[in-house]
């Protein structure tokens, strides 16, 4: 057994002040979850969370501004001043020392009622590695062998995996999001609990399983995404999710930018006709939805064979949406070493150095930067209406065409040609 006191985290001023300011009060506190569990992989946490023996009622007392997050499940999110929070978070959600009752829905435990015991609220936790607690004074509170699954990076659950599961199906995409982020194995166990609840995911709605799967696509190994088709829960992701894997699992980038639309445009890439529908299964974003469907299509399309032909994809897509398109087809290429690959590389650089060229000169391929708006043309006797409108796109891709022509005058002429 490792001593506690063994392994000191530096915690955030605000999480201290909270922890020793209930204390004061005669209750215990700590600092719990998947915050103890980066720290001690030396990963900068991203939310400090905070369990207590007071009932809510108690925390609410003790701090002059708190709002009540969650409060019958015990939590309150406490604010704090800048001074006592220093120079971090000032917002960090405390909560109550608790035992979940019977999950009904597979989702959400029916009632829950709260202890006074830390080891009983850790024990309802789903992964050994998100089950420990951490004190400045006592140090790690680890009852399930959370630091030793974390040594031997793997994923295990706190106790029966098909208990966990049962509870609340979600953890078992967790399970393979943790696998990914973190790169650990899941334990067989678990896996084989997964094969057998898989059915359990069709209870969860589609609005966590999407929050789940851009973790699991935007971390370092989005191939693990494979976990989701090999233990069948892919079949509860959406309608035709399962599809990727007839088509082939295409490959999967942990170094491309980890924006959760081209992550997600990268394992859709093989499914054009689904992708958009997919995408609008998993109730995203609209603009995720509708970058991620222009993503996959670029896929699709025939490549631009001259800088006119980038220019008018960069009107229709973006500048975003291209470069990142062409960083990615890129990168997706570097390590190949075949002839007929080599060439397709050598064919992405170019397009990227008249991206570059493009971008360099200030290239119009857009209304916003054509050189005439529609007053001009209204100083010219062109009447407002759809006929305006054909004009402008015209000379906008008379623009796209010779760049050096987005002059005013130049383009009134050009105008003046086409209504003569």
Not at 1 to 30: C, F, L, S, W
Not at 66 to 77: P, Q, R
Not at 135 to 141: A, F, L, N
Not at 173 to 187: C, K, N, P, V, Y
Request: aromatic share 8%.
């Amino acid at each position: 057994m490792k001593d506690p006191k063994a392994i000191q985290i530096t915690v955030p001023k605000g999480v201290e002040h909270i922890i020793r300011q209930i204390e004061q009060a005669g209750y215990e506190a700590y600092a719990v979850g998947g915050c103890v569990r980066d720290a001690l992989l030396g990963r900068e946490p991203e939310d400090w969370d905070i369990t207590t023996s007071a009932r809510p009622e108690v925390v609410k007392s003790l701090f002059l501004r708190t709002i009540d997050t969650g409060i019958e499940h015990g939590t309150v999110t406490v604010l704090l001043s800048a001074q006592e929070a220093g120079e971090g978070d000032r917002a960090f959600e405390v909560t109550t020392y608790r035992v979940d009752g019977i999950y009904e829905d597979g989702r959400h435990p029916k009632a829950v009622s709260f202890t006074g015991s830390l080891e009983e609220d850790l024990a309802r936790r789903d992964f050994t590695i998100n089950a420990m607690a951490y004190h400045m004074d006592r140090g790690i509170i680890d009852c399930y062998h959370g630091q030793e699954d974390l040594e031997n990076k793997r994923v295990r659950t706190v106790g029966r995996a098909e208990e966990r599961f049962t509870e609340d199906a979600l953890r078992m995409m967790r399970g393979i999001r943790f696998s990914a982020q973190l790169d650990f194995q899941i334990e067989a166990d678990c896996l084989q609990a997964m094969l057998a609840l898989r059915e359990n995911l069709g209870k969860v709605s589609k609005e966590r399983i999407a929050v789940e799967l851009v973790k699991l696509l935007c971390s370092r190994h989005p191939e693990r995404v494979k976990l989701l088709f090999s233990t069948g829960l892919s079949d509860f992701v959406t309608r035709h999710f399962s599809e990727i894997e007839k088509r082939g699992i295409p490959s999967l980038l942990g170094d491309a930018k980890d924006k959760k639309y081209l992550r997600l445009g990268l394992l859709l890439r093989h499914l054009p006709e689904y992708a958009k529908e997919i995408l609008e299964e998993l109730k995203l974003d609209r603009e995720c939805i509708d970058q991620a469907s222009a993503f996959v299509e670029l896929f699709s399309l025939e490549e631009a064979d001259s800088p006119y032909a980038l220019r008018k994809r960069l009107f229709r897509y973006g500048l975003e949406l291209i470069q990142d398109f062409y960083d990615t087809k890129a990168l997706l290429l570097e390590n190949v070493s075949n002839t007929p690959g080599k060439a397709m590389a050598e064919q992405v650089q170019l397009r990227l150095s008249w991206l570059q060229k493009i971008q360099e000169e200030r290239d119009c391929y857009t209304l916003s930067n054509l050189a005439i708006k529609g007053k001009d043309l209204l100083s010219i006797g062109v009447q407002a209406g759809p006929a305006m409108g054909e004009l402008l796109h015209q000379a906008l891709d008379y623009v796209m065409l010779n760049p050096s022509e987005n002059d005013r005058e130049a383009l009134l002429s050009f105008v003046k040609s086409r209504i003569c």
